[in-house]
């Protein structure tokens, strides 16, 4: 270790050590220099942070037909939930209350309800009970589920303005606080 | 790629787990190495569980001033904790700034204290990295080479294995060389050097890299100006201890 020692004491020689990683720590940062929209960027449809949310058609319990990527533009949130699953009930009323705050802001909740696992009466009756108001699409075949590569309900999904995910929360119940602060966050970039 | 452990009723989040078990062994490696550098086990422990404390409960206060009027409609749920909500780089810095209070408050020498803590650091560091291959964060771009892994919809180079590779190396080296080292404050920047060249080189293939001036890695240029840092310390930490030393 002295050796070592009198190569970092010598002002010249670790100098020009010290030069020389710096020479190819610059070579090595522009040989793997990449244009923005190589990395994640957005343009990948996966449900995590930083990709693409992806893209589905359902029909809501309303008889209407909802495309997720026609909410570009907005701050919405994506929901995956069943009617037998007690954490799901116990959130919705928190993101009833965020929707009710910031839907003029921009805000849009897609409550996806798991329908292959659940049934469209319970799902209506658990609508009603909570007096949900906004968009509840019917996964009938489990499309969204693996999309979405579902593995705890509820899974919220924070996808912002440009379509890109923001945030993913697994499992639950979610604070209304939680939704809210992560919501405001999206808002700022509503145009 | 193990995400979520299922324990009968209980979903055990794998890379909380790991990185828990990560602070544990770098618990022990320091009571270990404590007596050597003559400084009690319990004081530098202690210090370990400041700064973790600290550090997570300002992480959640941090976040809790930024949406000071969201929290005010609903106080309690400033106790609901998740982890989307937490300040991270907020809670780090408080963190570290409480321990470092505490061990100048104890008369703890700063750059001993470095090298006591850094076998453990470097083990954090290899939990780091199985944390990542649990989550599959910190993943690689897109790659044909014939050990691409798929993940996240491509076939991907496997940069969390890279990174668990490299961190196994920095903590086999560190744990090598710990009783050998010509001057106070040589393992710690030895560490903070070896951990910035392997950021720097395995950045190259990371897929979720933030982009800056164009098209330049930040983590990258990040990682250089520290790994210079820690080489112009080395320096100057060697030359003024053969000034201080009777010999």
């Given at each position: 270790m002295s050796k070592l020692n009198q190569l970092i004491e010598d002002p010249i020689r670790w100098g020009a050590i010290v030069i020389g990683v710096l020479i190819l720590g610059a070579i090595w940062i522009g040989t793997s220099q990449v244009p923005?929209?190589?990395?994640?960027?957005?343009s990948i449809p996966s449900p995590r942070e930083g990709f693409a949310a992806p893209d589905f058609t359902l029909e809501t319990l309303e008889g209407e037909t909802l495309t997720?990527?026609?909410?570009?533009g907005k701050a919405v949130v994506v929901n995956l939930w069943a009617s037998l699953c007690p954490p799901c009930r116990a959130e919705m009323p928190a993101l009833q209350s965020a929707y009710e705050a910031d839907r003029d802001r921009g805000l849009e909740i897609v409550a996806v309800d798991m329908t292959y696992q659940d049934n469209e009466e319970d799902a209506q009756r658990f609508a009603d009970d909570f007096g949900l108001t906004f968009a509840i699409p019917m996964d009938r075949d489990g499309t969204v589920a693996r999309q979405y590569l579902m593995?705890?309900?509820p899974s919220t999904f924070f996808v912002g303005p440009d379509g890109v995910i923001r945030k993913v929360v697994i499992g639950g119940p979610m604070s209304e606080a939680t939704i809210r602060s992560t919501v405001s966050e999206m808002l700022e970039e509503v145009p | 790629m193990l995400p979520i452990l299922q324990a009968g009723p209980i979903a055990i989040q794998m890379p909380g787990l790991i990185l828990l078990a990560g602070v544990w062994v770098a618990v022990s490696l320091t009571d270990r190495e404590a007596p050597r550098y003559s400084m009690k086990p319990s004081t530098l422990s202690n210090m370990i569980l400041i700064g973790l404390v600290v550090g997570i409960l300002s992480a959640r206060l941090w976040y809790v001033i930024r949406f000071f009027d969201i929290y005010l409609e609903n106080?309690?749920?400033?106790?609901?904790?998740?982890?989307?909500?937490?300040a991270p780089l907020e809670g780090v810095l408080t963190g570290i700034a409480a321990a470092t209070f505490y061990g100048y408050r104890k008369g703890l020498p700063l750059w001993p204290t470095l090298d006591v803590l850094t076998p453990g650091l470097s083990a954090f560091g290899l939990a780091v990295g199985f944390a990542h291959l649990a989550s599959g964060d910190a993943f690689g771009v897109e790659t044909?080479?014939?050990?691409?892994i798929e993940l996240w919809g491509a076939l991907r180079h496997p940069t969390q294995i890279y990174e668990v590779l490299a961190a196994g190396f920095i903590f086999w080296l560190i744990w090598e060389i710990r009783r050998k080292t010509?001057?106070?404050?040589f393992l710690f920047l030895t560490w903070v050097a070896l951990t910035a060249l392997s950021r720097l080189l395995i950045e190259a293939f990371r897929g979720d890299s933030i982009i800056a001036?164009?098209?330049?890695r930040s983590a990258q240029m990040g990682s250089l100006v520290v790994l210079v840092i820690a080489l112009i310390g080395m320096h100057l930490l060697s030359r003024a201890q053969v000034q201080g030393s009777p010999s």
């Open positions: 923005a929209s190589a990395t994640t960027s957005g997720l990527s026609d909410l570009r593995r705890a309900l | 106080p309690l749920s400033i106790l609901s904790l998740n982890p989307t909500t937490l044909t080479m014939p050990w691409g010509p001057f106070s404050g001036y164009g098209s330049l």
